[in-house]
């Protein structure tokens, strides 16, 4: 288990979660605690824009659980959909649990303690549709789940319709080399948002099936999930518009 403090903080209404030191390591708004409140935990999510299927995810796998936001946002608001959380330290589980809402029950969500850098090479092929990659220490370094062999692992267990969402700290020196070794392990298919005020930025690499969508496709989709979640995911099409050439409206990756 990692060595570290599990501390908590609160201010203007916001519960933070820390690993002994003053860098964020999840946040929710104690008024809303189903909702996303960091921009960046957003932003992993417009891969729901890019597979616009009513039927997608099916499956999901979460990495490193933080303060639960996107664990809890996916149960809550997409009942399909089956979850796999991976987290090394049972204590951040407690955590999330006892100050930040994670259910203590929820028949479709399976948490495993559990060193993700060593699951992900024994996980199911192709059996995931969506992962979200968010783990870091106390110094905010990934380790090992920054390397070429573990994006692979992830392809690996990507299904045909499959993505993969990271967070990448574009203010780190490895960033650009991160970003390098994700297209490597995907072929090219991989695209990287710029980054959030808050250093974060996220990429996302494609499996199987291409990603071929409209603008228009997007917006609808964005549309969708914010009158049925609450999620506004339009200042992310906004984002790679500014960041990406898309000929006649059309993103493919």
């Known amino acids: 288990m990692p060595e570290h403090d599990i501390d908590i903080s609160e201010a203007d209404g916001v519960r933070y979660l820390h690993f002994g030191s003053d860098w964020i390591q999840g946040a929710m708004r104690i008024a809303r605690p189903w909702s996303l409140e960091l921009e960046y935990t957003r932003e992993m999510l417009a891969g729901l ?3 616009p299927h009513e039927d997608w995810p099916g499956t999901c796998l979460i990495v490193g659980l933080g ?16 979850l796999t959380v991976l ?4 204590g951040v589980v407690a955590a999330a649990r006892q100050f930040f809402k994670l259910p203590t029950s929820a028949p479709r969500m399976e948490i495993l303690i559990t060193d993700a850098a060593q699951w992900m090479h024994t996980a199911p092929a192709a059996h995931f549709d969506l992962i979200l990659l ?3 220490g106390a110094n905010g370094r990934p380790g090992p789940l920054d390397s070429e062999a573990f994006y692979l692992a992830c392809r690996q267990a990507l299904g ?5 969402a990271v967070n990448l700290l574009s203010r780190s020196r490895g960033f650009q080399a991160a970003a390098r070794r994700l297209a490597k392990a995907f072929a090219g298919r991989s695209m990287v948002f710029p ?3 808050s250093g974060n930025a996220i990429a ?4 199987g099936e291409a990603v071929e969508t409209r603008l228009e496709t997007m917006r609808t989709r964005a549309l969708e999930i914010k009158e049925r979640t609450g999620l506004d995911l339009r200042p992310c099409i906004s984002r790679l518009q500014l960041s990406h050439s898309l000929p006649d409206g059309h993103l493919k990756l």
């Open 195 to 197: 980054s959030c005020d």
């Open 204 to 207: 996302f690499a494609a499996s």
């Open 87 to 90: 987290e090394i330290n049972p």
């Open 160 to 164: 045909p319709r499959g993505l993969l």
């Open 49 to 51: 824009l890019l597979r």
């Open 134 to 136: 968010d783990g870091f």
């Open 67 to 82: 303060a639960a936001s996107q664990a809890k946002f996916m149960h809550r608001h997409f009942p399909e959909t089956r």
